[in-house]
């Protein structure tokens, strides 16, 4: 409820200010509310984070007395009830075109997967991968540590990446200090997306039913709908790219000085984004700077320097801290090291022309990245809007007045958004990853769409078949969806575990997912579920091949937890291990090396979870609370039945005292009776290898091993049988 208010309370605000500066159309001054409110959200933590005063009590009064500013400074202009009431007469006088057939199915099938994304944030975790690697992990540590840091590049290069687009999945995490509702952050984005298109269209002379239309159409492209519920920034970046192009155009056609100061807020956050927002945004620049270098001379420095404000901290920052504004690109280029970024040595552009051909035909005949937040323009883009594009900008050429260059530069952004894809210095193989990065295109293609619908206004058969085809093309969007893997949508397993009364902790969902994200579950589940209800969790250390060295997991749902390896000057040794070798058997220890073996030996600490990839090791001293043994066991019970059947069963057979070292899953069974009280013999549970390292430690003379006898030892079974179609053998080892 209270990031609810918060943020209504800035969008009211923004919207009264927008109300009193000069905007010829309302959807133009709505587009200006999602920048403006954005920016309020950036600015305010960007500054909070580099002062080290980022609390959310102080974050949310810095808000809310700005916000309060705004509408004080606005009730002077103009009454909010006046400027709500002409609003909505605007919206009630194009009532037959927003309620336009077509439109309306949109609308209905929109409302469907909105109650669906909304759901998904609700219960399903962040679950992409880029996400879970660097983009949430470096926020988390912002809210934790208060202030803006930079996260060991040895691990993550990307960690010195611009990050404006990341501070908006803080606002959420950081008021609620939860990862529950970080993943409907760009929902709101997509709506946003909508609406810079509408104003687009409407910009191109197009007129509102057909607007709105493919704005809608624009929410369904498949990339859209993938990255809605994840925390790649690939949607925010490419809204904020159009509404830069949007309110830059505007202010060259009206020389109104309302769009050349929205232009350029909404670029200086874009270049905060991402460094692929430099190319276009000096493309775009070089175009228009002309116009605007006559037509506002003397503002042009203002335009220039609010660019510069809202763009440039990270970049300033990674200059005086790594040498290197663009880290690590400028390094590679030179052929330096920058952490794994290099390993295969600097990418040559030229080196990779030779498949500029192919990479089209891929890109045309595939849609590259289809059914995951990777890629996917669609049916509708591919089959009829980019037809549409070329004969739209083949004919803009005819018509080069001012106001026609300005379309025409509209226009051609295809042209470089596409060569961005096709012109990417990455292997074929990676192809796949790239077409995200220019999702702007397919707004420019479905305006020109709209353009053509227009033309067939008196072909009544052919504007109905082709608004069908679009709608079925949307359709197939949403199927599409419900099969995604990058990220899941599944919200089965969820919604069963509800009806019967589970409250499970939400990375119990990584099994439902792809990848390293099911072997992962198991530790992420637990860690959470210890320590969920804990104001402060446990200090947690993480050991991984370099692939899978993902963190965000150990936060935990609320936040509660931290990354040992994070800390600065830790004040004293993890509470916590996970140890995981997903992909490789090259693992990377960052803040401190602490092997396996180390703690795998150590009595402080003891095994309470483990699969073939994964160990996790939890102090002794956490369990002297009897509800964490309480959480334990219902664990246990829950996730590995079987396991906890089998020790029921052999722990029978075993002869008091006698202790019993294990190195596989039945290590959940026994630790599941110890914990109980209900087991007379002592465990040792560690992982495979290190069972005779245990033997040598404690000098067992006489011990349980289960599916093999022990070398060295006299051994004979003590107990064989046949469990659910396994064989389960122990042996009784001695000297």
């Not at 690939?234 to 232009?263: H, P």
């Not at 002592?682 to 289960?706: A, C, N």
Request: glycine share 6%.
């Amino acid at each position: 409820m209270e990031l609810l208010l918060i943020t209504s309370f800035m969008g009211i605000a923004q919207y009264y200010f927008a109300g009193t500066l000069k905007f010829e159309h309302l959807s133009g001054r709505l587009v200006c509310v999602g920048v403006l409110v954005s920016a309020q959200i950036i600015v305010t933590e960007l500054i909070l984070g580099i002062f080290g005063f980022l609390y959310a009590p102080l974050l949310i009064l810095v808000n809310s007395l700005l916000s309060l500013g705004l509408i004080v400074y606005s009730a002077k202009q103009k009454s909010l009830r006046d400027l709500f009431i002409e609003d909505i007469k605007i919206i009630q006088e194009r009532k037959k075109a927003i309620w336009a057939w077509e439109n309306v199915a949109l609308m209905v099938l929109g409302l469907f997967v909105t109650v669906w994304f909304f759901f998904a944030a609700y219960f399903l975790p962040p679950r992409g991968v880029d996400d879970l690697g660097y983009h949430l992990p470096v926020i988390y540590e912002y809210i934790l540590q208060h202030k803006i840091v930079l996260l060991p590049i040895e691990l993550r290069f990307h960690f010195a990446f611009p990050f404006n687009a990341e501070l908006l999945f803080l606002w959420p995490a950081m008021i609620l200090h939860s990862q529950q509702w970080v993943d409907i952050v760009q929902f709101f984005m997509a709506v946003l997306g909508v609406g810079v298109v509408y104003s687009f269209a409407r910009m191109m002379d197009l007129k509102s039913r057909e607007a709105f239309f493919v704005a809608l159409l624009f929410f369904f492209t498949p990339i859209v709908l993938n990255q809605i519920g994840s925390n790649y920034i690939d949607l925010t970046y490419n809204v904020f790219f159009l509404t830069s192009l949007y309110f830059v155009l505007r202010s060259c056609l009206t020389k109104n000085l309302t769009y050349l100061y929205i232009a350029a807020i909404s670029t200086g956050l874009l270049l905060g984004m991402k460094y692929g927002a430099i190319p276009l945004v000096i493309i775009l620049q070089f175009f228009v700077f002309p116009m605007l270098a006559r037509q506002y001379r003397k503002q042009l420095v203002w335009y220039v320097m609010i660019i510069v404000a809202l763009g440039s901290f990270w970049y300033v920052r990674n200059w005086i801290v790594l040498g290197d504004p663009l880290y690590p690109t400028f390094l590679d280029t030179l052929g330096g090291s920058a952490g794994n970024f290099s390993a295969h040595g600097p990418i040559s552009i030229g080196k990779n022309m030779h498949s500029f051909f192919t990479k089209v035909k891929v890109l045309y005949s595939h849609d590259v990245g289809l059914g995951s937040f990777a890629g996917g323009f669609g049916m509708v883009f591919w089959g009829m809007a980019f037809p549409g594009w070329v004969y739209i900008w083949v004919n803009s050429f005819k018509n080069f007045t001012q106001e026609g260059f300005l379309r025409w530069i509209f226009w051609t952004q295809m042209i470089f958004g596409l060569a961005v894809v096709v012109l990417a210095p990455v292997p074929m193989e990676e192809f796949k990853y790239i077409s995200r990065y220019s999702l702007f295109v397919v707004a420019i293609g479905l305006i020109a769409l709209g353009k053509v619908l227009e033309l067939l206004q008196f072909h009544k058969i052919f504007l109905k078949t082709i608004k069908i085809l679009c709608i079925y093309g949307a359709a197939l969007s949403v199927i599409l969806l419900s099969d995604s893997a990058w990220p899941v949508y599944r919200l089965n397993t969820a919604i069963l575990d509800r009806r019967d009364g589970e409250n499970p902790s939400e990375f119990r969902y990584y099994r439902d997912g792809v990848w390293f994200l099911p072997p992962m579950s198991y530790s992420a589940e637990l860690l959470d579920l210890l320590t969920r209800g804990d104001a402060k969790g446990l200090s947690c250390y993480m050991a991984s091949d370099y692939a899978a060295f993902w963190t965000t997991h150990i936060y935990g749902s609320k936040l509660q937890n931290r990354v040992w390896n994070f800390e600065k000057n830790p004040s004293r040794d993890p509470d916590a291990y996970i140890y995981q070798t997903l992909e490789s058997d090259q693992v990377v220890y960052i803040g401190r090396k602490i092997t396996l073996g180390e703690i795998a030996l150590n009595p402080a600490y003891q095994l309470i979870a483990a699969t073939p990839y994964s160990s996790f090791f939890i102090r002794n001293e956490f369990f002297e609370n009897k509800d964490k043994i309480a959480l334990l066991l219902k664990y246990y019970e829950e996730t590995f039945p079987f396991n906890i059947e089998v020790a029921a069963k052999v722990k029978e057979h075993l002869e008091p005292d006698i202790p019993f070292v294990l190195d596989n899953s039945v290590g959940h069974g026994f630790q599941y009776f110890k914990f109980k009280g209900d087991l007379q013999n002592k465990v040792y549970w560690v992982p495979p290898d290190y069972v005779g390292s245990v033997i040598e430690r404690e000098k067992l003379r006489v011990f349980y091993t289960f599916g093999y006898s022990f070398p060295g030892f006299s051994s004979h079974k003590i107990y064989d049988a046949m469990l659910d179609g396994q064989v389960i053998v122990i042996y009784k080892n001695q000297k």
